[in-house]
């Protein structure tokens, strides 16, 4: 039956919306299912998404991928299920077995939204089924079934369990790199969505989880519906002038791609595993020749007007910028139906094809041997069987003793942005608590794009704040659940708007900017426990020491490792860091993060 809403779980809370007041616990062990209703204060510490996931990892975030009691937790934010524009997102969160540190994805698809229509604001997935099983959720109703799709690739999943649920249920899955214990295996969510980096889906396989679905026929509560249209059409307006996302080169038109050109043009596409800031052939590869080739259409997540999602004729998915670029660029490739083919098989295989395609130039500069199509499809089918390959680029350059040639931070692959040409980006590799990633304070947006202003991106002169105020702000956006994209446009005065609309807690931008500081901490505690420290905020030797590709009035510099370094203690001090690195006493208290 449809799920109650908040009120009617906490009578005396007769003002507040939003949430559902309820988290399902399933133990795979015991085949157990339970559903518990946090208190009021985990709600208005950690708001949901990100934050919520957080909250429930952190008691087990030291335990191996191994253990039982390690969870997976998947979470809807307040704004999930209303009106409120790209609110379709949710947050998975466990810690990676690729790098040891903790690791979420913020995810898109019908998933988030199902689930919280569905009755729960989250998830929490732990012990370890003894034969392939999967989680069934429909309204109410959870249960843990045994299945008979364990060893097939995605697509065949989708195929078989598809027509046997509602037209709009969701369904979560791994592929065989998943189950054959790949650290790079994805989460794939609806087929043309992914929870792609960090190897979440290597926790499913070793749990015995191979899909997850769900339908919800409720719906959210809203504690003041005109107000929330009153913040949707300020969002939309201010989407709709935005050149970045709805221009004639923006995001809805090119999908992520649009990218490639910019990233080409201001020489900080990363080429021969890194050696290189510049491909020769970019302008061959770019968004404009995929569309002419491949005549993709448009699709987006639930709640989306951008539509950033492209699917092929053929029904297909149409690579993101980082696998255009990783597939090309980094590895030598021309071949343009190589790179969706590339990109399909990964999808199939249930494999992030960011660290896919990094590991690939890794070995491509270990070796000296280029790839053909063949022996690149083949190595993609290696990776996805669990051997050497499969590890990723860190452990196997440690395996070939070439650990310099693992172009990553914290063991996680870096993705198309090289950080000699924009040094917020490489203030923000390091100091991303999932490793090396762009998405945490996505620098992207003032160096490249110059939202909300330009910087200047061969500078570390205020980054570290600007770094700093950038996390929290996303640790919002990823809570909330929202787009990371729309905030090219819009703000968090904005969503402040609409998260006082929904839940009927009055904030201010100021405020979830507060919040989002906790959220961001508290993963800061999470890699402490885990030994994180200095050592491991840092970048690979090779942009300190070697050049990009330099031209057409841009020099690409090797970046001035003393200047790194004293941004990276500017950033620990504004972020209430000592000088390792390490979170505080002083901080955790003031955060309200003791435990």
């Known amino acids: 039956m449809p799920f109650q809403s908040v009120r009617g779980i906490f009578p005396h809370m007769n003002t507040l919306s939003g949430w559902?007041?309820?988290?399902?616990?399933?133990?795979?062990?015991?085949?157990?299912?339970?559903?518990?209703?946090?208190?009021?204060?985990?709600?208005?510490?950690?708001?949901?998404g990100k934050g919520l996931t957080g909250y429930y990892l952190r008691p087990h975030a030291t335990k191996e991928y191994t253990d039982p009691d390690l969870p997976v937790i998947i979470a809807t934010g307040p704004l999930t299920g209303t009106a409120a524009p790209t609110s379709g997102r949710g947050t998975i969160m466990s810690r990676s077995p690729l790098t040891g540190a903790i690791c979420d994805t913020s995810v898109g698809g019908r998933l988030a939204t199902q689930l919280k229509q569905a009755g729960y604001d989250a998830i929490v997935i732990t012990g370890m089924s003894d034969t392939p099983c999967g989680i069934e959720i429909l309204d109410g109703d959870a249960r843990i079934v045994p299945t008979q799709l364990g060893g097939t690739t995605t697509d065949t999943l989708f195929d078989q369990l598809t027509p046997s649920l509602p037209n709009d249920a969701s369904i979560a899955c791994i592929g065989p790199a998943g189950e054959n214990g790949s650290p790079m295996a994805a989460i794939m969510v609806d087929r043309h969505h992914a929870a792609g980096r960090g190897g979440l889906g290597m926790i499913w396989g070793a749990k015995n989880l191979k899909y997850l679905s769900v339908h919800g026929t409720g719906t959210v509560s809203v504690h003041?519906?005109?107000?929330?249209?009153?913040?949707?059409?300020?969002?939309?307006?201010?989407?709709?002038?935005?050149?970045?996302?709805?221009?004639?080169?923006?995001f809805s038109c090119w999908g992520t791609g649009s990218l490639f050109d910019l990233m080409d043009s201001r020489r900080m596409m990363p080429t021969d595993n890194f050696a290189r800031t510049r491909f020769e052939h970019a302008a061959e590869l770019n968004a404009a020749a995929y569309k002419k080739r491949f005549s993709p259409t448009s699709h987006g997540?639930?709640?989306?007007?951008?539509?950033?999602?492209?699917?092929?004729?053929?029904?297909?998915n149409m690579p993101e910028f980082e696998t255009m670029s990783h597939f090309t660029a980094l590895?030598?490739?021309?071949?343009m139906a190589l790179v969706l083919t590339a990109n399909d098989t990964c999808g199939k295989l249930g494999l992030d094809p960011v660290s896919a395609g990094a590991t690939l130039a890794c070995r491509r500069e270990i070796t000296g041997e280029d790839y053909t199509a063949e022996s690149l499809l083949a190595a993609l089918h290696e990776m996805a069987e669990g051997g050497d390959l499969g590890q990723g680029s860190h452990t196997f350059a440690a395996l070939c003793e070439r650990p310099e040639a693992s172009m990553s931070v914290?063991?996680?692959?870096?993705?198309?942005?090289d950080?000699?040409?924009?040094?917020?980006?490489?203030?923000?590799?390091?100091?991303?608590?999932?490793?090396?990633?762009?998405?945490r304070a996505y620098p992207v947006s003032h160096e490249i794009l110059r939202k909300p202003v330009a910087t200047d991106r061969f500078s570390f002169s205020g980054k570290a704040r600007i770094?700093?105020?950038?996390?929290?702000?996303?640790?919002?956006?990823?809570?909330?659940?929202?787009?990371?994209?729309?905030f090219l446009a819009a703000s968090l005065e904005e969503y402040a708007k609409a998260y006082t609309a929904v839940t009927g807690v009055a904030v201010s931008g100021h405020t979830l900017l507060e919040i989002g500081e906790r959220i961001y901490y508290n993963e800061r505690i999470m890699n402490a426990a885990n030994g994180f420290d200095a050592a491991d905020d840092d970048l690979p030797e090779r942009f300190f020491t070697e050049a990009g590709t330099s031209g057409g009035g841009i020099t690409i510099a090797p970046i001035d490792r003393d200047d790194f370094l004293t941004a990276r203690q500017t950033y620990y001090r504004v972020r209430g860091l000592d000088q390792n690195g390490i979170p505080t006493p002083e901080k955790i208290e003031k955060l309200g993060l003791n435990r």
Do not use: W
């Open 20 to 48: 559902t007041g309820s988290v399902l616990h399933l133990d795979l062990t015991e085949k157990s299912v339970e559903t518990r209703h946090p208190d009021l204060s985990v709600y208005t510490k950690y708001m949901g």
């Open 224 to 250: 003041d519906e005109d107000a929330l249209t009153e913040a949707r059409e300020e969002i939309l307006r201010l989407t709709a002038a935005s050149p970045v996302l709805m221009g004639q080169h923006g």
């Open 301 to 316: 997540c639930m709640g989306c007007h951008i539509r950033c999602k492209k699917t092929a004729q053929d029904g297909r």
């Open 331 to 335: 590895i030598g490739n021309t071949n």
């Open 410 to 417: 914290k063991g996680l692959e870096l993705p198309a942005y």
């Open 419 to 439: 950080p000699r040409g924009a040094y917020g980006m490489a203030l923000a590799y390091a100091t991303s608590t999932r490793g090396g990633c762009q998405l």
């Open 467 to 486: 770094i700093k105020i950038a996390e929290d702000m996303n640790a919002v956006v990823d809570s909330l659940s929202a787009c990371k994209f729309i």
